[in-house]
């Protein structure tokens, strides 16, 4: 089936050690975004690629860096993670003008 | 102002039960307008859309728009245990815009 898979699902980091976040895609969608979504808040948009034109949010603090090496896989990367960036991470594709985006699962960071 | 505002709730209600779910926002450029289903600790999944105003119907589930009230509804009907979820709504401009989803318990 086609489907947007993110590994890990759950991660634990220290206090100030990098972590990267990986996507892939199988649906071939030109469009991949990345959210960070708190409880019981709506998913925050920190970053989306239109292939590979990559368009940062005004106010995503630059501790989030974004990769796109092609079509199928996104990474985003945390360079100095802090307790207030624990969240839920979706990874999301859509076609370009697409109304739908197709979620995945997530990945639950934990900052310790 | 949020773009988009929706009760948190959260709201329950028994098996059966119709649930009336609810957005309102403020910019009269949105075209498109969805409602997604999130199950906890998972990523959400769109249950249904809607271009401009009006309703759309899905077995259970109906999506109305009215643009000049900038108000949206997810209507479900005969609810059942299984739609106990965080519903988001979300809409089209030049980006996406969700709200910070209702949660949903329906209790058998």
């Known amino acids: 089936d086609a489907m947007v898979i993110q590994n890990p699902r759950y991660q634990v980091t220290q206090f100030g050690k990098p972590v990267t976040l990986s996507c892939s895609q199988t649906l071939n969608h030109n469009v991949m975004y990345w959210y960070q979504q708190k409880s019981s808040q709506a998913p925050k948009l920190l970053f989306h690629?239109?292939?590979?034109?990559?368009?940062n949010e005004a106010d995503t603090p630059d501790n989030f860096q974004s990769r796109r090496p092609n079509t199928s896989f996104c990474f985003l990367d945390i360079r100095s993670p802090g307790l207030g960036d624990a969240a839920m991470y979706l990874c999301?594709?859509?076609?370009?003008?697409?109304?739908?985006?197709?979620f995945g699962p997530g990945t639950r960071l934990t900052v310790t | 102002q949020k773009e988009v505002e929706q009760d948190p709730g959260p709201l329950s209600v028994p098996e059966g039960a119709i649930v009336s779910l609810n957005c309102t926002y403020s910019n009269s450029a949105f075209q498109y307008f969805m409602w997604y289903r999130q199950y906890s600790r998972k990523g959400p999944e769109l249950l249904m859309y809607t271009y401009s105003s009006g309703n759309k119907e899905d077995g259970r589930f109906t999506a109305q728009v009215d643009k000049s009230s900038k108000y949206i509804s997810l209507f479900i009907r005969d609810s059942q245990p299984s739609d106990s979820a965080t519903y988001l709504c979300?809409?089209?401009?030049?980006?996406?815009?969700f709200g910070t989803g209702t949660s949903l318990t329906v209790i058998p």
């Open positions: 690629y239109y292939d590979k034109d990559f368009n």
């Open positions: 999301a594709t859509s076609h370009p003008g697409g109304y739908e985006q197709y």
């Open positions: 979300a809409m089209e401009g030049n980006q996406f815009y």
